[in-house]
């Protein structure tokens, strides 16, 4: 399957400070990328949908203005934390299809931990 | 939006299928079905996805029901390594957004 690679895999960071985290499709134009974050033993939910060159789609609960998300090219997201704080450490996935009604494919996942 | 109901977890015998359920009673005509599974600590991993008509790679095949209502995942020979959470999705709203359940957690023992 296609490939979709995450940095940095793992991120240690003070609480205040902003983390950002990259999505990158190698081998493929991803003109949709969505972002989750995981809980411990909790499925993966959606933050947020992102189509390149446009803002992106927020879901409900989620802060735009504290996960910022940027798709400016057909191969590159990328999600920062802003203001990191402890109740924020999770594990965080990007997602990239090429087009609708394709399959997406998972990067491997950026664990985030706030000290 | 068509949602998907999974059992919460399985046993299958290293060796043999694992056949993995699916309801999504709901789905609409041209919406697809699509199946991950995510190994503890990894980033989910595409199997397999279809419309109406079975399906078959080299993961996985997918027996989706003539009225769409339900579909089976089979692994047609489990190993240890497919221990993991399967999800069966169908991709909702214009953006197909792919939502994730609670999946079934199958777990291959020798």
């Known amino acids: 399957g296609a490939v979709v690679s995450q940095h940095p895999s793992w991120v240690i960071c003070k609480s205040g400070t902003s983390v950002k985290i990259e999505c990158r499709s190698l081998?493929?134009?991803?003109?949709?990328m969505f972002w989750y974050r995981q809980f411990p033993k909790q499925s993966l939910m959606l933050m947020a949908t992102s189509n390149e060159g446009s803002k992106a789609t927020y879901e409900q609960g989620v802060e735009k203005d504290k996960f910022l998300i940027n798709h400016a090219s057909l191969t590159l997201s990328t999600l920062t934390v802003t203001s990191a704080h402890p109740e924020d450490s999770s594990f965080y996935i990007c997602?990239?299809?090429?087009?609708?009604?394709?399959?997406?494919?998972f990067g491997q996942g950026t664990r985030l931990t706030v000290v | 939006d068509a949602k998907t109901t999974q059992p919460p977890s399985m046993d299958c015998a290293e060796g043999r299928a694992a056949n993995l359920p699916c309801n999504h009673s709901?789905?609409?005509?041209?919406?697809?079905v699509y199946w991950y599974r995510q190994i503890h600590s990894q980033g989910p991993q595409y199997i397999i996805h279809?419309?109406?008509n079975n399906e078959t790679n080299e993961m996985a095949s997918l027996i989706i029901t003539e009225d769409r209502k339900s579909s089976t995942l089979i692994l047609p020979h489990a190993t240890l390594r497919d221990t993991a959470v399967y999800y069966c999705i169908v991709p909702t709203g214009t953006a197909s957004k792919l939502t994730f359940g609670t999946g079934t957690r199958l777990q291959v023992t020798l």
């Open positions: 997602s990239a299809r090429h087009f609708l009604n394709t399959e997406a494919f």
């Open positions: 279809g419309l109406k």
């Open positions: 709901t789905i609409s005509g041209n919406e697809y």
């Open positions: 081998d493929f134009q991803a003109t949709t």
